[in-house]
């Protein structure tokens, strides 16, 4: 059973920082594409950033150049560092990840658990 579990959040005042990180665990063979995504309340579940295996990155409008998404591939984890954070950034934020348990299965998408980022004075 492959698990993703998530870390991170918190609270934080505006202009401050934080660091979210999403292990997958249990019987992973590959991941392939990897995100985070999040969801304000009375709002849809949109997408933060993602990034492939090989390492392309992309990015909401609304983060570009504050947030930074990154992977370490030997530990199966997915990082998504959050600068200058607004107001508007609260939310609780999803990873996701497409794994393949074995060689012969294909790969389908996992969520983690969420995790709260409100942002606020």
Request: some cysteine.
């Amino acid at each position: 059973q492959v698990q993703l579990v998530e870390s991170g959040g918190g609270l934080v005042q505006p202009g401050g920082s934080l660091r979210l990180s999403c292990a997958a665990s249990g019987t992973v063979f590959s991941i392939n594409d990897m995100g985070w995504y999040r969801q304000a309340a009375g709002k849809q579940r949109e997408l933060v950033a993602g990034i492939t295996s090989g390492g392309s990155t992309n990015y909401a409008d609304s983060v570009k150049d504050r947030f930074t998404i990154s992977r370490d591939n030997a530990k199966n984890t997915v990082y998504l560092q959050m600068n200058s954070l607004k107001p508007e950034d609260t939310a609780v934020y999803y990873c996701n990840a497409d794994i393949r348990e074995s060689r012969i299965r294909r790969a389908r998408p996992y969520w983690g658990q969420g995790t709260q980022v409100t942002v606020s004075s």
